[in-house]
């Protein structure tokens, strides 16, 4: 299943590296690298757009009910922002693409990461997504009509961009929306880690709903090559390239609650974490980071429940979709918690003290603990006392999707080298 993620994040890479750069083929990076995070001032939190997304994303069907929620958001967004361009003409003009100030769109994320594509570098704003394993982006190869503030990738301005004749790529979504262009070959640096022969897919199509999410410039899939979907051959993610040179065939991700969170390249910060990592081996074979965690855990008083999830541990998802018995194990424990078929998902009041938290089992015995207040995931709007859960139904993914949610509250080894994931605690506050 060819999939992207629309959710984007971004940040500033400060240099890790003890080693000088290492040459590999026409690929030159350091032994090692670290990626802060940067805030983005114009996200805005929507549960119901967030589920939408993610179901459409991996083919699943939407509810009608969660279809109608989404509607009704996307309705007035769309006013809000027609009574904001009412007072300002100038807010869609070419030189504010990408500008903190322009109001939230549909499909804004919480965080921001710039990379640079070429020579001289173009900066954009790229998802990083251990969910595909496509690296694309908008570009100037697309028509205007398909542009809505992104910033583009321009390789007739690259003088290292190769067009590689003969080679294309299409991802499409489940309910076929799609994007589609050709492919170069051409140096992308993130931080100090650079791959000066990355396959780098240009968009030249774009359907609507890529379009309407201005801040995704596009994305670095980080999942295994073999959903990697150039024709006529496909081509190794970034990843991928850059493993010879790291000092170890492993990222990290260190993600938090409200405040920026890290990735690390080539090497595992052992004062990020607490205790011991737990590894846990990884089925590559689909091109996700699926693996099988042993049960799980409603609150401090109730007892394990040894029962296999299968799942993906993917960073361009936000939710947390787990199998209905799970969320309804969860909710049951709220009071406040129901079914709301108004916002097509599992709701609670905000404040609810009844909330518990959640852990999910590892292996050996290790179970990570997501705070109950990450379950609040967003108020229903802003007048509202009650939030959209963080948790809701993986039914018709067909697998529980790890995404941010539960992520968040822990420290994350993907070793690519043995096809294994690593889970450890950390401190949360």
Not at 40 to 68: C, I, M, Q, S, W
Not at 152 to 177: C, R
Not at 340 to 348: E, H, K, N, P, R
Request: proline content about 4%; glycine content about 10%.
């Amino acid at each position: 299943m060819a999939i992207i993620k629309s959710l984007v994040f971004a940040g500033l890479l400060a240099a890790s590296t003890a080693l000088p750069p290492v040459a590999v083929g026409n690929t030159v990076q350091k032994g090692t690298a670290s990626l802060t995070q940067v805030h983005n001032p114009k996200f805005v939190r929507n549960g119901p757009l967030e589920l939408e997304r993610t179901l459409r994303k991996y083919g699943a069907p939407v509810p009608h009910d969660l279809k109608a929620a989404v509607k009704r958001v996307r309705r007035a967004r769309n006013q809000k922002r027609a009574e904001s361009e009412g007072a300002d003409d100038d807010d869609d003009d070419e030189n504010d693409r990408g500008s903190v100030q322009n109001s939230p769109k549909s499909y804004d994320v919480e965080y921001l990461m710039p990379v640079s594509l070429g020579t001289p570098a173009q900066q954009l704003n790229l998802d990083l997504d251990t969910g595909s394993s496509d690296f694309w982006v908008f570009s100037t190869l697309l028509k205007e009509s398909m542009i809505n503030g992104q910033t583009l990738y321009d390789p007739n301005a690259s003088t290292t961009a190769d067009k590689m004749e003969g080679y294309s790529w299409k991802i499409t979504y489940g309910d076929q929306s799609y994007s589609s262009g050709d492919v170069y070959v051409d140096t992308v640096t993130i931080g100090d880690l650079t791959v000066s022969t990355q396959a780098v897919e240009a968009a030249r199509e774009v359907s609507e709903e890529f379009t309407a999410d201005s801040d995704n410039d596009g994305l670095v899939g980080l999942g295994f090559g073999i959903i990697n979907t150039v024709m006529p051959y496909k081509q190794k993610t970034f990843f991928e390239k850059a493993m010879p040179g790291l000092d170890s065939p492993v990222f990290t991700a260190d993600l938090k609650s409200g405040a920026p969170g890290r990735y690390n390249f080539g090497y595992i910060d052992n004062g990020a974490y607490t205790g011991n990592i737990t590894y846990v081996p990884v089925n590559s074979s689909d091109g996700f980071w699926s693996w099988v965690s042993p049960g799980f855990q409603v609150g401090t008083t109730g007892s394990f429940n040894s029962t296999r999830i299968h799942g993906i541990a993917d960073t361009g998802t936000t939710l947390l979709l787990l199998p209905e018995g799970v969320c309804e194990a969860f909710y049951g424990r709220i009071a406040s918690a129901k079914y709301d078929a108004s916002q097509g998902g599992y709701t609670f009041e905000c404040n609810d003290s009844t909330t518990p938290d959640f852990y999910f089992g590892t292996g050996n015995g290790q179970m990570i603990r997501i705070p109950g207040s990450y379950l609040a995931y967003s108020k229903i709007d802003t007048s509202s006392l009650r939030c959209f859960g963080g948790m809701q139904s993986d039914s018709g993914v067909g697998f529980t999707i790890w995404g941010d949610i539960a992520l968040k509250a822990a420290f994350i080894v993907f070793d690519q080298g043995s096809e294994r994931l690593g889970w450890a605690e950390k401190s949360l506050y």
